[in-house]
T-cell receptor, first 114, second 112 residues
Framework: DADVTQTPRNRITKTGKRIMLECSQTKGHDRMYWYRQDPGLGLRLIYYSFDVKDINKGEISDGYSVSRQAQAKFSLSLESAIPNQTALYFC?????????????FGPGTRLTVL | DQQVKQNSPSLSVQEGRISILNCDYT??????FLWYKKYPAEGPTFLISISSIKDKNEDGRFTVFLNKSAKHLSLHIVPSQPGDSAVYFCAASALSNYQLIWGAGTKLIIKP
């Protein structure tokens, strides 16, 4: 079984709808991240969490919110989706204390906002 | 302004030859550099890393070179194999900040 799972894998929604992307991990890592990938821009950090009570905004948090329900679960919400939030979304985890901050990624969720 | 740049969107290399992927950065505070590989419909997977105190790190067919004065790193793959066809991302981080800053990626195509 995959160490980092994301649901759904694909989602098409309409402008103004609320949507939640979910991430679960079995790696036992404390740190979790949400990124989005757009063509030509690489990965950009939306939110990150170093433990259940520690949530931090990343580079592009506007229009997004997150919830860390447990060590293993980190959800990303779009309260009112807009077309420029169409992107590939990745969840990642890392262990506390790793100097390289090596991150382990889920398979991604392809979100389309019409 | 992008702090980590991969200026080649794609690269085509003959099987068995050397693949060289390049990455430039602007922030002198970066301490660690990582290369990730990504296949379609999968998340990025870690490939190799290097600390700023080193100028070279090898792992099998993969070698990363770091030139701090030029703020440049490169990933060498020798020999290139068909399974190496993927998108390669360069990422950097500073010890004071655990965030990874990513380049836009280079799509490597290995021709038979």
């Amino acid at each position: 079984d995959a160490d980092v799972t994301q649901t759904p894998r694909n989602r098409i929604t309409k402008t103004g709808k609320r949507i939640m992307l979910e991430c679960s991990q079995t790696k036992g890592h404390d740190r979790m991240y949400w990124y989005r990938q757009d063509p030509g821009l690489g990965l950009r950090l939306i939110y990150y969490s170093f433990d259940v009570k520690d949530i931090n905004k990343g580079e592009i948090s506007d229009g997004y919110s997150v919830s860390r329900q447990a060590q293993a679960k980190f959800s990303l919400s779009l309260e009112s989706a807009i077309p420029n939030q169409t992107a590939l979304y990745f969840c990642a985890t890392s262990a506390f204390g790793g100097i390289y901050n090596e991150q382990f990624f889920g398979p991604g969720t392809r979100l389309t906002v019409l | 302004d992008q702090q980590v740049k991969q200026n080649s969107p794609s690269l085509s290399v003959q099987e068995g030859r050397i693949s060289i992927l390049n990455c430039d950065y602007t922030n002198s505070m970066f301490d660690y550099f990582l290369w990730y590989k990504k296949y379609p419909a999968e998340g990025p997977t870690f490939l190799i890393s290097i600390s700023s105190i080193k100028d070279k790190n090898e792992d099998g067919r993969f070698t990363v070179f770091l030139n701090k004065s030029a703020k440049h790193l490169s990933l060498h793959i020798v020999p290139s194999q068909p399974g190496d066809s993927a998108v390669y991302f360069c990422a950097a981080s500073a010890l004071s900040n655990y965030q990874l800053i990513w380049g836009a990626g280079t799509k490597l195509i290995i021709k038979p």
